[in-house]
């Protein structure tokens, strides 16, 4: 490994802004983030030209400010990394011309770095004792993913979502049932006040049916669970009949919840992995995590979770991921464009 290094991280994919100073893939001194959940929470979600303008508005007097947080001058850092991709091409851009400007004013590489392998990557960041390779299960507001991960730049995803990702299933019912924006945080403080049995929700591709060596063995499927969802919200709805809010909550969480742990701990199993990690904003859920905490117990294997403030989209990931690849001498061009779809595990598309 390289000498001791910071690096500025920069994330601006979608919604949040964010600025982070870390050392040695670590070591976080500054981890800012400029949420713009209020700007988008009365359309009930995210407005693209909106969250590109409100970059630009806060990320220079943010950079200044990480950079004053963590008492560190120009000539401290080693490299400058942003989000390449995936995420709102506008947005990504105006992270991708704060890093070219600091790369090219400074003179020091530039990093562009994948947003879902650095959601994953947050694990080490949080735990530099983890080692690969592990299972990730990658859940955000875009994305539900199983990833092999067998190092920086080494990922392989077994398995992934055919329609919605459990984010947005989040999101979705929590506007379904007038909860706000995101929905996922609402959702999760409320369900443990109802019963999870209330209503028998459906577990999309999963189960009997679908065995370890089935072809849809990993894959996922939310769209069947949130049209049930929404046939039960109303008919009670139209029919005057009361429900609690509380128990619809539980029992949707309890669907999803239930279906990510079983296929998490099928595929560890069947790929003979004993350390088990969870990433992404739906990593944050309380009802998740405990489960897989309970279930990695169970069967004797590790089970690594990042801190709330590292699973939602934050800067500190992608310095720490960044850190990782300048040290094994990935440096970008000035050209290096943005990419709005890039599977995690898969080579950016050049330049
Ligand atoms: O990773 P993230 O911050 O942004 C993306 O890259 O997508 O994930 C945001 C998603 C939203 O859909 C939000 O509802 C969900 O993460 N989320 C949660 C929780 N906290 C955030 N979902 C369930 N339970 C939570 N506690
Ligand atoms: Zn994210």
Redesign the pocket.
């Known amino acids: 490994m390289s000498d001791p290094a910071w690096i500025l991280g920069i994330e601006s994919?979608?919604d949040e802004t964010s600025i982070a100073l870390v050392r040695n893939g670590h070591e976080i001194r500054s981890n800012l983030i400029s949420s713009q959940v209020d700007l988008h929470a009365r359309y009930g979600g995210v407005v693209p030209e909106v969250a590109s303008r409100r970059h630009i508005e806060v990320i220079s007097p943010l950079v200044a400010e990480a950079m004053a947080q963590a008492q560190l001058g120009w000539e401290d850092l080693a490299a400058v990394a942003t989000t390449r991709g995936p995420g709102l091409a506008g947005a990504l851009l105006v992270g991708m011309m704060a890093a070219k400007a600091i790369s090219w004013a400074r003179g020091i590489p530039l990093i562009g770095v994948n947003?879902l392998a650095a959601?994953i990557w947050a694990n080490k960041v949080a735990d530099p004792q983890l080692e690969p390779p592990f299972l990730c299960l990658l859940v955000?507001?875009?994305?539900t993913s199983l990833v092999i991960v067998r190092g920086p730049d080494d990922m392989l995803e077994i398995g992934r979502t055919r329609d919605d990702a459990a984010?947005?299933a989040?999101?979705k019912i929590g506007r379904l049932l007038d909860l706000g924006y995101?929905?996922?945080?609402v959702?999760?403080r409320l369900a443990p006040g109802g019963d999870p049995r209330a209503f028998d929700f459906p577990r999309g591709l999963a189960g009997p049916g679908h065995p370890a060596d089935s072809a849809d063995a990993f894959d996922f499927s939310f769209s069947g669970l949130k049209t049930a969802v929404r046939r039960v919200v109303e008919r009670h709805r139209l029919s005057g009949i009361p429900f609690r809010v509380e128990d619809v909550a539980a029992s949707f969480q309890a669907a999803v919840v239930d279906v990510l742990a079983q296929k998490t701990v099928a595929a560890a199993r069947a790929h003979g992995l004993e350390v088990v990690a969870i990433a992404?904003?739906?990593a944050?859920?309380?009802g998740l995590r405990s489960r897989l905490e309970r279930e990695c117990a169970a069967s004797g294997w590790r089970f690594s979770c990042p801190p709330f403030e590292l699973?939602?989209?934050n800067a500190a990931m992608i310095a720490g991921l960044g850190y990782e690849l300048w040290a094994r001498g990935q440096r970008d061009s000035l050209d290096m464009a943005a990419t709005s779809r890039w599977p995690v595990g898969t080579a950016p598309p050049s330049p």
Request: aromatic share 4%; hydrophobic share 10%.
């Open positions: 994919s979608c947003h959601h955000s507001g875009g994305h984010g947005e989040y999101d995101p929905g996922g945080p959702i999760d992404g904003g739906v944050a859920n309380r699973c939602t989209d």
